[in-house]
């Protein structure tokens, strides 16, 4: 069976996506030893980058904006392209598929071991801030208040097996009637939003419950916000 890393990179005129996929993907073969393709609709512009092994070519149609931090005391709106990841079951060129944000960045082997267990689907629950200084992760436990577990996007495995295809299929359906399920899971972010969709979608496949359809990623992830500073990286060091 084929595997492999598949990355979402559409350009907004503030961040290039494409050069963190291009990052990204040099890293995952370092460290990893799989191969990445790469979703964009810059198609050119990524053929000039060295470490994806495919380019699939996809447009967008998401007219989502979002205000970006760089630390705390800057900000700037700019659109928010992430409306395709409702597509990786059908945009993956491998049998058993890593998804994987565009600044995550891989540090170890750990996430290979996707590829060895029987589950179909895995996903991050649970994450650590790195900022000690800021430790509460509230707005990471549940998608409200008064709502259902949070799941991450960030870093998603599955196999292309029928209830996967369900499952995006279902993420789909989510996505294009998102008022109706940001109203019924009393979502208080108006933009549409991949974590919150993914924990919606997970909801339902648990039968409207707690349930055992998403399994736990290998490893622990940690995480920083845009109010936080990368200082730098060196090789399997983030300061």
């Not at 990179?9 to 963190?20: C, I, K, R, S, T």
């Not at 648990?206 to 359809?213: A, V, Y």
């Amino acid at each position: 069976m084929t595997k492999g890393c598949l990355l979402f990179a559409f350009n907004n005129g503030l961040f290039d996506y494409v050069m963190q996929a291009d990052y990204l993907a040099g890293r995952i073969k370092k460290y990893m030893d799989v191969p990445t393709s790469i979703v964009t609709s810059d198609v050119e512009y990524a053929s000039t980058f060295k470490n994806f092994d495919q380019i699939i070519y996809q447009s967008h149609t998401s007219n989502n904006t979002r205000k970006f931090h760089s630390g705390s005391f800057y900000s700037k709106t700019a659109s928010f392209k992430n409306d395709a990841r409702v597509l990786a079951y059908d945009l993956s060129p491998y049998d058993r598929t890593i998804i994987l944000d565009t600044d995550y960045i891989v540090c170890n082997d750990s996430l290979v071991n996707c590829f060895d267990v029987e589950d179909d689907f895995l996903i991050y629950k649970n994450a650590d801030n790195l900022n000690i200084q800021t430790p509460s992760t509230a707005e990471f436990k549940k998608i409200s208040d008064t709502s259902i577990d949070f799941y991450w996007a960030t870093c998603v495995y599955f196999t292309k097996t029928q209830q996967n295809k369900i499952f995006f299929d279902l993420l789909k359906h989510i996505q294009e009637n998102w008022l109706h399920y940001k109203s019924v899971y009393r979502l208080n972010y108006s933009t549409y939003r991949n974590d919150f969709a993914f924990s919606i979608a997970i909801h339902i496949m648990n039968g409207f419950s707690s349930g055992s359809f998403a399994k736990q990623m290998p490893g622990k992830k940690y995480y920083i916000t845009d109010r936080d500073f990368c200082h730098s990286i060196k090789d399997d060091s983030v300061d």
